[in-house]
C-alpha cells in the first residue's frame, strides 16, 4: 500500500513513544523460522509456511543451498494479541549472504543500509495482527562455506533495535509498548536458539543484583502467568515503584512471605508524584501482589494521578488481587490516602491498610467509585482525613467485607467509613476506638446495608456512636453487639431497621431509643453488658459468662464477631465421652508449617471424635479440624491454612487446641506463606 511518508514517520514515532509498560504483548518473543520455500526473486516469502505454535519452529539449517527464513512474533495462548508494530535488528556472521528480504506488514523504515549487519528496522500494520504467531519479516539467503568445514558454524540472530531497542507495539492511541522478551537464533550448521514465549519465575534483589535490576524491568518482558519475586529489603527508585500490571496477569510477591521485611518504598513528595502500583485497563486480568509491604505514597492533583490512591491505584476495568500486603504512609491530595479506585475490581485479603492519609474528601485508606471491593481478614488501623470516610468512602460500589477490623480512624464524618448508593455486607467485622468529630463511625447514605455478627465498641462520634443513616433505607443488623460509644446514641436513623438477636448497650446518648425504640422487645434483642475481656485494651473477646453467649460450645458465640476469650471454662460438647479419659499430647509436624499445617496428636481414646481448634493471638477461633482418632489413641490432621470462612490466614503465630482433653492439648505454633 502506498502512504505519505509523512504520515509513516508520525506513526513510528508514535510507536517509539509508547507507553512501556507490561501490556498486551507482554513475555512475546522473536524466533527465526527455517522454511521450506524455494527461493525465487521477485516472490513475496511473508507466511510461506505458517507457524500453529511456537514448537513447530525449525531453528537450523544443515544446507548451504539458498533458503528462506521468517522472523516470527511469539506470544502465549493466554494473550489476545493487537499487533500493530515491530522493531528489531539482525546480527549475523560474515560467511552468510542475503539474496533478498520483505517486510510482512504495511509500512517499515528500516535504518540506512539494510539489511546490513547490524542494522534495525521498524515494521507497522494498518490492522491489529491477532495470531499467537504472526509472521514480521522474511530473508533469503545462504552461508557460502560448507558447514562441515567450519570449527563452529555460522548464525543469523535477531536482536534490539540498534537506536530504539525491541519492542512490540499494540493499537492504542498512544500505543503500549512492551518490550520484546528474548530473541531467537537461526543456526548453519550449528544448533539455533527458538525462545518460546513462557510463564517464568524471576527473582529481584532490591541491590539490582536479581534476574533484573528492577521490579519494572522483569515486569515489561513477563508473559501471562510469570511469577516475580522480591527478596526481603527495601525496593527504591525508578523501575521499583509506580508499577503498573496493564494487560498481564502476572504474580508480584516476596519470597519470605512476610511484607514487614520486604518493601516497595515509593519515596513519593508533593513535588516528586510516586506511587507503588497502578494498574489499568486490564480487562479483568487480575494481577496477584502478595506479602509486600508498600510505603510512602503521594500522589497529587496533576493529570496521571487524579484518581488518587497514594500506594495503590486502580482504574475502570481493572482487577487487582492483593494478599497479606501492608499499605502504610501513604498520601494522596485528592483520595483514598492508601488506595484508589476509579472504578473496577479489587480483592483484598489478610492485608493492612494503615496510617494513611488524604488531604481531599474521600477515604482516608481506600476510596472507591463504582467499584466492586471484596475485603477478607484485613485490617483498617490508624487512618484519617478531614473530610468522610476516615477508612474507607465508597459511591456507586458493591462490597463484601468479611472478618474485618476498623479501628482508630478518625474523620469529620464518617469515622471508619462513608458509603453513598453502595451495596453492602459486613461479617464478622468490628469497629473500635474510631472517631468521628461532628457525625458517625459508620456514615449511610441510599445504600442497601447487612451487618451480620459485627461488632462496634468504644468509637467516639457526635451524631451517632455507631451507625448513621442520613438518608436512604435504614440497614438490617442481626446478631451484632453496639456497645461503649460516646457522646452519640448508637443508631440515628429515620426509618426503624431491621434488626434481631443483636445487644445494644452502654453507649452515652442511648441503646434502644430513637429508631430504634420499642425494637426491645422484638427478635430475640438485648440491653445488657457483652462483658468484653478487656474493653479499655480493645480485647474484644467474650468472657464466658457473656449474655451474647448462648451456646454450650462456648468457643462459637452466637452475637458479636468474637469469641470467648477470658472467664470460667466451660466444659465443651464432645462427640465422645469417654474421649477425655487419657491425658493427650498434640504437636505440630513442622514448625513453622508454610501454607498447610500438620498435626499429630496422641494419648486419646481410640475411635473417639474430638474437635481441634485453631485460634490466633488475639484469641479468635479461626479454624475447627474434626478429628477421628485411630489405633493406639493417636490422629494426624491437617489445617489448609484457611479460616472457616474460606479465606487464607495471614502469616503469624497460632495455637492448636484440642477441645475438652486433659494432658497437654494445646500447641503453638507459627504460620507463614
Given at each position: 500500500?502506498?502512504?505519505?511518508?509523512?504520515?509513516?514517520?508520525?506513526?513510528?514515532?508514535?510507536?517509539?513513544?509508547?507507553?512501556?509498560?507490561?501490556?498486551?504483548?507482554?513475555?512475546?518473543?522473536?524466533?527465526?523460522?527455517?522454511?521450506?520455500?524455494?527461493?525465487?526473486?521477485?516472490?513475496?516469502?511473508?507466511?510461506?509456511?505458517?507457524?500453529?505454535?511456537?514448537?513447530?519452529?525449525?531453528?537450523?539449517?544443515?544446507?548451504?543451498?539458498?533458503?528462506?527464513?521468517?522472523?516470527?512474533?511469539?506470544?502465549?495462548?493466554?494473550?489476545?494479541?493487537?499487533?500493530?508494530?515491530?522493531?528489531?535488528?539482525?546480527?549475523?556472521?560474515?560467511?552468510?549472504?542475503?539474496?533478498?528480504?520483505?517486510?510482512?506488514?504495511?509500512?517499515?523504515?528500516?535504518?540506512?543500509?539494510?539489511?546490513?549487519?547490524?542494522?534495525?528496522?521498524?515494521?507497522?500494520?494498518?490492522?491489529?495482527?491477532?495470531?499467537?504467531?504472526?509472521?514480521?519479516?522474511?530473508?533469503?539467503?545462504?552461508?557460502?562455506?560448507?558447514?562441515?568445514?567450519?570449527?563452529?558454524?555460522?548464525?543469523?540472530?535477531?536482536?534490539?533495535?540498534?537506536?530504539?531497542?525491541?519492542?512490540?507495539?499494540?493499537?492504542?492511541?498512544?500505543?503500549?509498548?512492551?518490550?520484546?522478551?528474548?530473541?531467537?537464533?537461526?543456526?548453519?550448521?550449528?544448533?539455533?536458539?527458538?525462545?518460546?514465549?513462557?510463564?517464568?519465575?524471576?527473582?529481584?534483589?532490591?541491590?539490582?543484583?536479581?534476574?533484573?535490576?528492577?521490579?519494572?524491568?522483569?515486569?515489561?518482558?513477563?508473559?501471562?502467568?510469570?511469577?516475580?519475586?522480591?527478596?526481603?529489603?527495601?525496593?527504591?527508585?525508578?523501575?521499583?515503584?509506580?508499577?503498573?500490571?496493564?494487560?498481564?496477569?502476572?504474580?508480584?510477591?516476596?519470597?519470605?512471605?512476610?511484607?514487614?521485611?520486604?518493601?516497595?518504598?515509593?519515596?513519593?513528595?508533593?513535588?516528586?508524584?510516586?506511587?507503588?502500583?497502578?494498574?489499568?485497563?486490564?480487562?479483568?486480568?487480575?494481577?496477584?501482589?502478595?506479602?509486600?509491604?508498600?510505603?510512602?505514597?503521594?500522589?497529587?492533583?496533576?493529570?496521571?494521578?487524579?484518581?488518587?490512591?497514594?500506594?495503590?491505584?486502580?482504574?475502570?476495568?481493572?482487577?487487582?488481587?492483593?494478599?497479606?500486603?501492608?499499605?502504610?504512609?501513604?498520601?494522596?491530595?485528592?483520595?483514598?490516602?492508601?488506595?484508589?479506585?476509579?472504578?473496577?475490581?479489587?480483592?483484598?485479603?489478610?492485608?493492612?491498610?494503615?496510617?494513611?492519609?488524604?488531604?481531599?474528601?474521600?477515604?482516608?485508606?481506600?476510596?472507591?467509585?463504582?467499584?466492586?471491593?471484596?475485603?477478607?481478614?484485613?485490617?483498617?488501623?490508624?487512618?484519617?482525613?478531614?473530610?468522610?470516610?476516615?477508612?474507607?468512602?465508597?459511591?456507586?460500589?458493591?462490597?463484601?467485607?468479611?472478618?474485618?477490623?476498623?479501628?482508630?480512624?478518625?474523620?469529620?464524618?464518617?469515622?471508619?467509613?462513608?458509603?453513598?448508593?453502595?451495596?453492602?455486607?459486613?461479617?464478622?467485622?468490628?469497629?473500635?476506638?474510631?472517631?468521628?468529630?461532628?457525625?458517625?463511625?459508620?456514615?449511610?447514605?441510599?445504600?442497601?446495608?447487612?451487618?451480620?455478627?459485627?461488632?462496634?465498641?468504644?468509637?467516639?462520634?457526635?451524631?451517632?456512636?455507631?451507625?448513621?443513616?442520613?438518608?436512604?433505607?435504614?440497614?438490617?443488623?442481626?446478631?451484632?453487639?453496639?456497645?461503649?460509644?460516646?457522646?452519640?446514641?448508637?443508631?440515628?436513623?429515620?426509618?426503624?431497621?431491621?434488626?434481631?438477636?443483636?445487644?445494644?448497650y452502654g453507649n452515652a446518648g442511648g441503646d434502644w431509643v430513637g429508631c430504634l425504640e420499642g425494637l426491645l422487645e422484638t427478635g430475640r434483642n438485648l440491653h445488657a453488658d457483652p462483658l468484653?475481656?478487656?474493653?479499655?485494651?480493645?480485647?474484644?473477646?467474650?468472657?464466658?459468662?457473656?449474655?451474647?453467649?448462648?451456646?454450650?460450645?462456648?468457643?462459637?458465640?452466637?452475637?458479636?464477631?468474637?469469641?470467648?476469650?477470658?472467664?470460667?471454662?466451660?466444659?465443651?460438647?464432645?462427640?465422645?465421652?469417654?474421649?477425655?479419659?487419657?491425658?493427650?499430647?498434640?504437636?505440630?509436624?513442622?514448625?513453622?508449617?508454610?501454607?498447610?499445617?500438620?498435626?499429630?496428636?496422641?494419648?486419646?481414646?481410640?475411635?473417639?471424635?474430638?474437635?481441634?481448634?485453631?485460634?490466633?493471638?488475639?484469641?479468635?477461633t479461626i479454624g475447627e479440624l474434626p478429628v477421628q482418632v485411630g489405633q493406639s489413641g493417636r490422629f494426624d490432621v491437617i489445617w489448609n491454612g484457611r479460616t472457616m470462612r474460606g479465606s487464607?490466614?495471614?502469616?503469624?503465630?497460632?495455637?492448636?487446641?484440642?477441645?475438652?482433653?486433659?494432658?497437654?492439648?494445646?500447641?503453638?505454633?507459627?504460620?507463614?506463606?
Amino acid at each position: 500500500m502506498s502512504m505519505p511518508r509523512t504520515l509513516v514517520i508520525s506513526i513510528f514515532l508514535l510507536l517509539a513513544a509508547g507507553r512501556t509498560v507490561a501490556g498486551p504483548h507482554s513475555g512475546g518473543t522473536l524466533v527465526i523460522h527455517a522454511t521450506p520455500a524455494v527461493y525465487s526473486v521477485g516472490q513475496d516469502y511473508c507466511g510461506a509456511d505458517s507457524l500453529a505454535d511456537c514448537a513447530s519452529v525449525v531453528s537450523t539449517i544443515d544446507s548451504t543451498d539458498v533458503r528462506v527464513w521468517s522472523v516470527y512474533a511469539m506470544f502465549t495462548g493466554e494473550q489476545q494479541p493487537d499487533l500493530r508494530g515491530v522493531e528489531f535488528g539482525i546480527i549475523y556472521d560474515a560467511d552468510i549472504v542475503l539474496l533478498g528480504h520483505g517486510a510482512c506488514g504495511d509500512l517499515e523504515i528500516a535504518t540506512p543500509g539494510w539489511p546490513q549487519n547490524g542494522g534495525g528496522t521498524q515494521v507497522v500494520w494498518a490492522e491489529g495482527q491477532s495470531s499467537q504467531a504472526t509472521c514480521v519479516y522474511w530473508f533469503a539467503g545462504y552461508a557460502y562455506a560448507e558447514p562441515t568445514a567450519r570449527v563452529a558454524g555460522s548464525t543469523f540472530a535477531v536482536g534490539p533495535h540498534p537506536q530504539f531497542g525491541g519492542h512490540f507495539g499494540d493499537g492504542s492511541i498512544v500505543p503500549i509498548i512492551d518490550e520484546i522478551a528474548d530473541y531467537g537464533v537461526l543456526g548453519f550448521g550449528v544448533e539455533g536458539y527458538a525462545p518460546c514465549p513462557m510463564a517464568r519465575t524471576f527473582r529481584i534483589r532490591a541491590d539490582g543484583s536479581g534476574d533484573y535490576p528492577t521490579i519494572k524491568d522483569a515486569m515489561d518482558v513477563a508473559a501471562p502467568g510469570s511469577v516475580i519475586e522480591l527478596e526481603d529489603g527495601v525496593y527504591r527508585g525508578d523501575g521499583n515503584r509506580d508499577l503498573d500490571f496493564n494487560n498481564t496477569a502476572m504474580t508480584l510477591r516476596s519470597v519470605s512471605g512476610n511484607p514487614e521485611a520486604c518493601v516497595i518504598d515509593c519515596e513519593g513528595t508533593v513535588a516528586d508524584n510516586h506511587r507503588g502500583i497502578f494498574v489499568d485497563l486490564n480487562h479483568d486480568i487480575g494481577p496477584v501482589v502478595e506479602g509486600i509491604k508498600i510505603i510512602n505514597g503521594h500522589v497529587g492533583s496533576n493529570g496521571h494521578w487524579s484518581y488518587g490512591g497514594g500506594g495503590i491505584d486502580l482504574t475502570v476495568g481493572s482487577r487487582l488481587v492483593v494478599v497479606n500486603c501492608i499499605v502504610e504512609a501513604c498520601t494522596s491530595d485528592i483520595a483514598g490516602g492508601g488506595v484508589g479506585s476509579g472504578g473496577g475490581t479489587i480483592e483484598m485479603e489478610g492485608c493492612i491498610i494503615r496510617g494513611n492519609w488524604t488531604a481531599g474528601q474521600s477515604g482516608g485508606g481506600l476510596s472507591a467509585v463504582d467499584a466492586r471491593i471484596r475485603l477478607r481478614d484485613c485490617r483498617f488501623e490508624g487512618n484519617f482525613l478531614t473530610g468522610s470516610g476516615g477508612a474507607i468512602r465508597l459511591t456507586g460500589c458493591d462490597l463484601e467485607a468479611i472478618g474485618c477490623v476498623f479501628q482508630n480512624n478518625r474523620a469529620i464524618d464518617g469515622g471508619a467509613i462513608t458509603i453513598r448508593n453502595t451495596r453492602a455486607l459486613f461479617e464478622g467485622c468490628t469497629w473500635a476506638a474510631n472517631t468521628s468529630t461532628n457525625g458517625a463511625t459508620f456514615r449511610i447514605d441510599d445504600s442497601p446495608v447487612v451487618f451480620d455478627h459485627v461488632t462496634f465498641a468504644s468509637n467516639q462520634a457526635a451524631r451517632a456512636a455507631a451507625i448513621h443513616v442520613g438518608s436512604g433505607q435504614a440497614p438490617e443488623i442481626r446478631g451484632s453487639i453496639l456497645a461503649f460509644g460516646e457522646p452519640g446514641p448508637a443508631v440515628l436513623c429515620s426509618d426503624a431497621p431491621v434488626i434481631a438477636a443483636t445487644d445494644i448497650y452502654g453507649n452515652a446518648g442511648g441503646d434502644w431509643v430513637g429508631c430504634l425504640e420499642g425494637l426491645l422487645e422484638t427478635g430475640r434483642n438485648l440491653h445488657a453488658d457483652p462483658l468484653f475481656c478487656g474493653l479499655d485494651g480493645l480485647d474484644l473477646s467474650l468472657d464466658s459468662r457473656s449474655p451474647c453467649v448462648r451456646r454450650a460450645d462456648f468457643v462459637d458465640p452466637v452475637i458479636g464477631a468474637w469469641p470467648v476469650g477470658c472467664g470460667p471454662t466451660w466444659a465443651p460438647l464432645l462427640r465422645s465421652e469417654s474421649a477425655m479419659s487419657n491425658p493427650a499430647l498434640v504437636t505440630v509436624t513442622h514448625n513453622p508449617s508454610r501454607n498447610s499445617v500438620q498435626f499429630h496428636g496422641e494419648g486419646l481414646v481410640e475411635g473417639s471424635s474430638v474437635t481441634l481448634d485453631i485460634y490466633d493471638l488475639s484469641g479468635r477461633t479461626i479454624g475447627e479440624l474434626p478429628v477421628q482418632v485411630g489405633q493406639s489413641g493417636r490422629f494426624d490432621v491437617i489445617w489448609n491454612g484457611r479460616t472457616m470462612r474460606g479465606s487464607r490466614a495471614p502469616a503469624g503465630m497460632y495455637f492448636g487446641v484440642l477441645r475438652g482433653v486433659s494432658g497437654r492439648a494445646t500447641v503453638q505454633f507459627t504460620f507463614v506463606r
